[in-house]
């Protein structure tokens, strides 16, 4: 048996026995990725290499685009762009209709205060320099979203339009003051939309040192106003078919420029017109668009009935005799600029239904009407045009370089007919005989003209005007010398037999004014009507009817008086380089199309049920 000193030997020997195995052993270290022990080489190893894979990833993320931070919300974009457009019209709906029921936003506000003119950004704020803010000019304005570009969660970009002018919007999320998250209030807006920005001007400030910077809104609070349920046509594609625009006139507005501006310009021409006869002591008149007889004029009336007095009323062809009825009743100056309806067939220079303007004037005579339409019209392309000379392109590529300025060129019907002809025209005072007709029969074959049925002797005459004179009338020109016979309402010539004092002005070979010396005998008046009657009998229905209020109305005493016509969309035609008519209506007449196809519409989409309504008559 051992003493306590061996067992404490025995003890301190294997200690150190353990210490020497211990210090033979490689020392291991607790890695905190993986929670594992591991020697002090393997941990540096690793450690190296999860710094490559997170330095690798910094470089990836940094190549990637910033909406790559928000992969789902870049890809319902994505998606939405490439739906057809039945169903973007869909989830459109549904999303607006959300909108409706849960108030957040209302998607249709009744009302938004603008405080800012748009179109003056320019004017009023062009001088800005790059990075230059207007803070302390605060703005509220109101336009149409026609491009969103995004640029991270918390900038976007967006490019609007009001009346005409398209400005950008930038929005940040730092100078937002709406209480709506920037995520949330600008979420919910597409291309289309209707907006309203309250903010301030200011000029963007890029980076690139030869970049002036872009004049802005800096958005502050964005509103829905209206949301765009249809996918509305790209920048890089247009909106260029001509049947769709015309029958889609808004949203031809809404996507061509030079559409709005066409229609700018055909208000600009009646403001001037408006403000020259103002100037001029003139007073607008409104006549009847609804008459037992359509007179004033050459053409076929549309007709409707009355139902309470049983009877067939015409829409107006012309304001000639109502304002000539006002001249009766002491009016010195009268015009009226209106609409007017005729039952004709739609081709590039005629619509069913156009704006015309009508002036008459007690004291006048053709020659006084000639210097005035003169005055008027090179007043107007002067400043509608900001030139006398423009531009004309016709349907064939032709290009007419047209002066404006006065004086006009003038030419005498009948002479420069006899020249074309190549023979003398029997007198004036048989123009209205058959003798004359066979004599235009036979001009017509002779020269190769062909004329729609019934040949009257006005019809052929005209025809041949428009063949041999017409044709050469680029600029302004006067065609003055037209046959008593052509003319019912017009004053005899004072020297020549058997013609009127009267005139048609042309250009680009077509007609944008008429006007003559008004006939302002009963007697003859009576006599002219009951001719027109008798060609209408023998087919013409064109021809005027005998309109005895009329008649009894100059019975009363017409004073001398000259009198005028312009047809105003020929005009915008010209100065706005159209020619065709249905570009410078705002909404022409079209042909109906058939679709048998069930469409349907945004409140079927999302179940809206009508409301009821009850009518109340008129009072």
């Known amino acids: ?10 003890v301190t020997d294997k200690v150190k026995e353990v210490t020497m195995q211990d210090a033979d052993k490689p020392k291991l270290l607790l890695d905190e990725v993986t929670g594992e022990q591991v020697s002090k080489s393997e941990l540096k190893k690793r450690q190296k290499q999860r710094e490559k894979a997170a330095e690798k990833a910094e470089k990836e993320a940094a190549r990637a685009p910033p909406a790559a931070s928000n992969p789902k919300k870049r890809s319902a974009e994505e998606d939405e762009g490439k739906l057809e457009p039945h169903q973007y019209f869909e989830m ?60 991270g969660e918390n900038l976007r970009f967006y490019q609007v339009g009001y009346d005409g002018f398209k400005c950008q919007v930038m929005a940040q999320s730092q100078k937002s003051t709406s209480i709506v998250p920037f995520a949330d209030q600008h979420s919910i807006i597409r291309r289309g939309d209707w907006i309203g920005v309250k903010g301030f001007p200011g000029r963007t ?60 310009v055909a208000d600009e021409i009646d403001w001037y017109i408006r403000n020259y006869f103002r100037s001029n002591g003139f007073r607008h008149m409104n006549t009847p668009i609804l008459n037992k007889n359509a007179g004033g004029a050459t053409a076929r009336p549309f007709e409707t009935h009355h139902n309470d007095l049983n009877m067939t009323l015409s829409l107006r062809i012309a304001t000639e005799l109502p304002l000539k009825m006002l001249i009766v009743g002491g009016f010195p100056k009268v015009y009226e600029i209106g609409r007017i309806f005729r039952n004709e067939g739609a081709d590039l220079t005629h619509n069913p239904e156009f704006t015309s303007c009508e002036y008459y004037e007690a004291g006048a005579d053709v020659n006084d009407v000639m210097d005035r339409t003169e005055e008027l019209v090179e007043g107007m392309v002067q400043k509608v045009c900001g030139s ?66 019934p040949l009257t002797n006005a019809r052929m005459l005209d025809k041949l005007v428009g063949e041999f004179i017409e044709e050469k009338c680029i600029n302004p020109t006067f065609i003055t010398g037209h046959p008593q016979m052509m003319s019912p309402l017009a004053k005899y010539h004072r020297s020549e037999k058997g013609l009127c004092e009267r005139f048609e002005a042309f250009v680009c070979k077509k007609e944008i004014v008429n006007a003559y010396t008004e006939l302002n005998d009963p007697f ?77 519409r945004a409140a079927e989409i999302v179940d809206i049920e009508p409301m009821e309504a009850q009518g109340v008559g008129h009072k």
């Not at 549904?94 to 249709?108: E, G, I, L, W």
């Not at 704020?125 to 605060?138: F, I, N, Q, S």
Request: aromatic share 8%; charged share 30%.
């Open 1 to 10: 048996m051992s003493g306590p000193g061996e067992a404490v030997q025995a």
């Open 92 to 151: 459109r709906s549904r999303a607006v209709k959300r909108m409706k029921d849960t108030q957040s936003p209302n998607p249709y506000p009744h009302k938004f205060s603008i405080t800012y003119d748009l179109t003056r950004l320019v004017e009023d704020y062009g001088h800005l320099k790059k990075g230059e803010l207007a803070e302390d000019k605060p703005v509220a304005i109101m336009a149409r979203v026609y491009n969103i570009r995004e640029s």
């Open 205 to 264: 400030s890029p980076k690139a040192a030869d970049n002036p910077g872009e004049l802005s809104i800096f958005c502050q609070d964005l509103q829905l106003l209206a949301p765009c349920l249809r996918q509305i046509p790209s920048e890089h594609y247009g909106f260029k078919d001509a049947e769709e625009r015309h029958r889609k006139r808004y949203l031809d507005i809404m996507i061509n420029e030079r559409s709005m501006k066409t229609l700018i």
């Open 388 to 453: 006398l000379n423009t531009e004309f392109h016709t349907q064939h590529d032709e290009v007419y370089q047209v002066n404006w300025a006065k004086p006009w060129k003038r030419i005498e019907m009948i002479p420069a007919l006899e020249e074309a002809c190549g023979e003398k025209f029997p007198p004036g005072e048989t123009m209205h005989t058959e003798e004359f007709n066979d004599f235009l029969k036979r001009m017509l074959k002779k020269t190769n003209v062909e004329c729609t049925p």
């Open 524 to 600: 003859d008046q009576r006599l002219r009507f009951e001719e027109q009657a008798r060609q209408k009998g023998q087919g013409d229905d064109e021809a005027q009817t005998l309109d005895e209020p009329f008649l009894e109305a100059m019975e009363y005493g017409l004073p001398p008086t000259g009198g005028w016509g312009m047809g105003i969309d020929r005009m915008v035609m010209f100065l706005a380089d159209h020619y065709s008519i249905k570009e410078v209506l705002t909404f022409p007449f079209m042909k109906d199309v058939v679709d048998n196809k069930d469409k349907v």
